[in-house]
């Protein structure tokens, strides 16, 4: 039993409905949003950029969700609920996430003008994540595709609930990058070493979790019984009532690779002298 019943949605209904999910979706650790999030919003060390980072990741998702939305208000999202999408488009996000690691760990070592085009191509690159990340098809995809969607009453509404679906994440995002960016510029450290935490933290959460994901994508493509492997959570929440393999290395990049390094590195800039 969900929490909402959606067979059916009056317009009203629809469109709160689609708000509230995309809220969960914004709490929920899935491989669209809080590896990136995390990734970037600490790589800009800052409450500012990290607000920036969710936001421009968030943005960018809301977009692609209100023109899938509006393909499937005219019944042309079929080809979007392919078995096999999700495992096609987990490579190119791991290659994507990957890419922007190696970025990090360039500008890191970069001066000068270089440093600066390095930094404005990385502030970019979540805007790309998001357009791309956002075709996945999970539970909240398929409820926004087969019903809340086609609840709208014409064609020039039919994009709407993908569009309050991602500001939903949105609000999330855009908090939760402003507490990661300022996770890292409230640890009293120096300018150059609250850079060095930051970039390192975002390079290997970024660097690992790409390979991660793209391994992931090649084996459910090979193998389709890992595309649909999942342990259930009892939880009676949508979109958390089961964990995949993609909200598994989700979960273990950001704790796992991304607070660990976070951490371990905060100490060793602490000692030094």
């Known amino acids: ?32 949003t809080w590896p990136i999030t995390f990734s970037y919003a600490v790589g800009s060390y800052s409450t500012r ?8 990741f968030s943005l960018t998702f809301t977009l692609q969700r209100a023109i899938a939305c509006e393909l499937a208000w005219l019944g042309l999202s079929h080809w ?50 998001g ?19 086609p609840a709208m009453p014409s064609i020039w509404w039919g994009w709407l609930p993908g569009a309050l679906f991602g500001l939903g ?5 855009g908090a939760a990058g402003a507490i990661f960016g300022n996770l890292a510029a409230s640890q009293q450290l120096s300018p150059a070493d609250m850079e060095e935490l930051g970039l390192v933290t975002a390079s ?19 193998n389709p019984a890992l595309a649909h492997w999942e342990v259930s959570t009892g939880l009676r929440i949508t979109g958390m009532t089961h964990l995949d393999l993609p909200i598994i290395i989700a979960i273990l990049t950001v704790a796992g690779i991304g607070l660990f390094t976070f951490v371990s590195k905060l100490q060793q800039l602490r000692r030094r002298p």
């Open 49 to 56: 950029g990290g607000l920036r980072a969710g936001l421009l």
């Open 1 to 32: 039993m969900e929490w909402w019943n959606t067979v059916n949605p009056g317009v009203p209904a629809a469109l709160v409905t689609a708000v509230l999910l995309g809220i969960i979706h914004g709490l929920v650790p899935d491989e669209h």
């Open 131 to 149: 357009f791309i990340a956002g075709w996945g098809v999970g539970a909240f995809a398929m409820i926004l595709y087969s019903t809340l969607a």
């Open 204 to 222: 290997r959460t970024l660097s690992w979790g790409g390979v991660a994901y793209a391994l992931a994508g090649i084996a459910g493509l090979t």
């Open 169 to 173: 994440t949105a609000l999330i995002q």
């Open 80 to 129: 979007m609920q392919s078995e096999q999408l999700n495992q096609i488009l987990l490579i190119p996000i791991g290659l994507l996430m990957a890419v922007g690691g190696w970025l990090m760990q360039r500008r890191r070592h970069a001066h000068g003008k270089l440093a600066s085009a390095m930094a404005r191509l990385t502030s970019r690159m979540p805007a790309l994540h």
